[in-house]
């Protein structure tokens, strides 16, 4: 079973950045993907990259802004926010799948890390 657990969250003020960071454990041969959800929204994909690294997948709202990677053990996935918005304030999850561009393919999930963007 794999195991994610997301860390680095916190408050900024909006233009200011966070890294997040999601720590894989119970195996290294999968997709991750960072998905959001705000107060009162369903969850949101965020963006994703496969299982060495190689080929990533955002979502239109973050491009440009965030960029995610992992590190050559493949056991940590970072997110790196830059130019924060307070439209981006959710608390973020990582999940882990088998197609990093499938959204259904996610059957792994961490407890998630809240991110505050003050306006």
């Known amino acids: 079973q794999v195991q994610l657990v997301e860390s680095g969250g916190g408050l900024v003020q909006a233009g200011g950045s966070l890294r997040l960071s999601c720590a894989v454990s119970?195996?290294?041969?999968?997709?991750v993907g960072w998905f959001r959800q705000a107060p009162g929204k369903g969850r949101e994909f965020v963006s994703s990259?496969?299982?060495?690294?190689?080929?990533?997948n955002d979502a239109s709202s973050v491009k440009g802004r965030f960029t995610i990677s992992r590190d050559n053990a493949k056991n940590r996935v970072t997110l790196q926010m830059n130019s924060l918005k307070p439209e981006d304030t959710a608390v973020y999850y990582c999940?882990?799948?088998?197609?990093?561009?499938?959204?259904?393919?996610?059957?792994?999930w961490g407890q998630g890390t809240q991110v505050t963007v003050s306006s």
């Open positions: 999940a882990a799948g088998s197609v990093h561009t499938t959204p259904s393919s996610y059957i792994y």
């Open positions: 119970g195996g290294t041969y999968y997709a």
């Open positions: 990259i496969n299982w060495n690294g190689d080929s990533t």
